[in-house]
């Protein structure tokens, strides 16, 4: 497979004084795969999906997507890059703007960023598209008349991901997308995810620090510790055999059920 994203020796500091949140950081995010990355507050975790969504640039090191700095060139190219490339976040309700019913909050993404589609392409209307993505987190149509505060936490995730799935990205950026949910409605939106990945072939980056979500979502894994990388490989592989003690810790972590 061909990398989509390439970090090369990042390293990022939020002022020349402060220490960096990155250093050296290296991997590689493929092209339809789902990656994991996992670390403490203060890990860097966050960092790193400003950069790749170029929100911020790399102090030093490159930062790639395709061969060029995300969200760089003219405003076609970066118009272009954001449709690509969607985010979703931790708290849904900050994320939606109460005061838009959840029709305007779907279609936003295509007011702004435009369709996507060239010259000759057949244009699906803006409100199937708005159909479209709802029915792909599972919601009914008349969610579109409703506002935000009118669902539940996980409802309103699952609205959160439909907007970003609007403009049928190729990337999907997750930052802790459920650790504010209860644990059941955890693993819907977990289950949601997999199944969007798999349906729509997109790469899928998930930012937590609950290596039991990444287990069950991600088939690669970066462990960030104090801005660098400490462990890194198939998801499989690094929690049978984790290559630093911090890693071990994190899956010690991991809540278990007693043994009857």
């Known amino acids: 497979m061909s990398a989509l994203f390439t970090l090369d020796g990042v390293s990022h500091h939020y002022r020349r004084s402060a220490p960096a949140a990155l250093q050296d950081v290296t991997f590689a995010i493929e092209a339809g795969r789902s990656l994991g990355l996992v670390g403490e507050s203060g890990s860097g975790k966050t960092t790193v999906l400003s950069l790749l969504l170029g929100l911020r640039r790399p102090s030093a090191g490159t930062v790639l997507f395709e061969g060029a700095a995300p969200a760089s060139g003219t405003r076609g190219a970066v118009q272009a890059f954001r449709r690509a490339v969607q985010p979703v976040y931790q708290d849904p309700f900050a994320s939606l703007d109460p005061r838009q019913r959840v029709d305007s909050v779907l279609a936003e993404p295509l007011r702004w960023l435009g369709d996507g589609h060239g010259d000759g392409e057949a244009r699906p209307s803006r409100g199937d598209r708005v159909v479209e993505a709802l029915r792909d987190v599972e919601l009914d149509p008349d969610a579109l008349l409703r506002y935000p505060h009118e669902f539940s936490g996980g409802q309103r995730q699952r609205i959160a991901i439909a907007r970003a799935l609007i403009?049928?990205?190729?990337?999907?950026?997750?930052?802790?997308?459920?650790?504010?949910?209860?644990?059941?409605?955890?693993?819907?939106?977990?289950?949601?995810?997999?199944?969007?990945?798999?349906?729509?072939?997109?790469?899928?980056?998930?930012?937590?620090?609950?290596?039991?979500?990444?287990?069950?979502?991600?088939?690669?894994?970066?462990?960030?510790?104090?801005?660098?990388?400490?462990?890194?490989?198939?998801?499989?592989?690094?929690?049978?055999?984790?290559?630093?003690?911090?890693?071990?810790?994190?899956?010690?972590?991991?809540?278990?059920l007693p043994q009857a």
Do not use: F, K
Request: charged share 25%; aromatic share 2%.
């Open 167 to 256: 403009t049928r990205p190729r990337v999907l950026l997750a930052d802790e997308p459920v650790s504010a949910l209860d644990l059941s409605t955890r693993l819907d939106i977990v289950r949601l995810l997999a199944r969007l990945q798999a349906e729509h072939g997109m790469t899928l980056v998930m930012v937590s620090h609950d290596l039991s979500i990444v287990a069950e979502l991600c088939a690669d894994v970066v462990v960030l510790q104090g801005g660098r990388v400490v462990d890194a490989g198939r998801t499989a592989d690094v929690l049978a055999h984790p290559r630093n003690a911090y890693t071990r810790a994190l899956i010690d972590a991991v809540p278990r």
